[in-house]
């Protein structure tokens, strides 16, 4: 407990304000829903630790972690996204609005 500080949450903290403009103030890229705003967060993670390479690593945080043996490139990140949505939903026919 001697060497817990909040330096490390407040470094990530700025990153994540830094990387996305919905912690801004003053935006127009806010989530309306909590869930988007969650995935959006999610993804800026993902991309954070298993597709950025750090300078003081040399690597990403995922590699120095053990977690993965190479980068990922965006299109893994999109291919995971992908598998894990639920299909679409059929949309209705089209009805035209009625005249009154």
Request: charged residues 20%; aromatic residues 8%.
């Amino acid at each position: 407990m001697s060497q817990v500080g909040t330096s490390h949450i407040e470094r990530q903290n700025l990153t994540m304000r830094m990387g996305m403009r919905r912690f801004t103030r003053l935006t127009n890229a806010f989530s309306k829903k909590a869930e988007n705003h969650a995935y959006a967060v999610a993804l800026h993670f993902m991309h954070y630790n298993f597709c950025r390479t750090h300078k003081t690593l040399r690597m990403t945080p995922a590699m120095a972690a053990g977690l993965v043996s190479s980068p990922w490139e965006i299109e893994d990140l999109v291919a995971l996204v992908e598998a894990a949505a639920p299909a679409p939903k059929k949309r209705g026919p089209y009805k035209p609005r009625q005249k009154t």
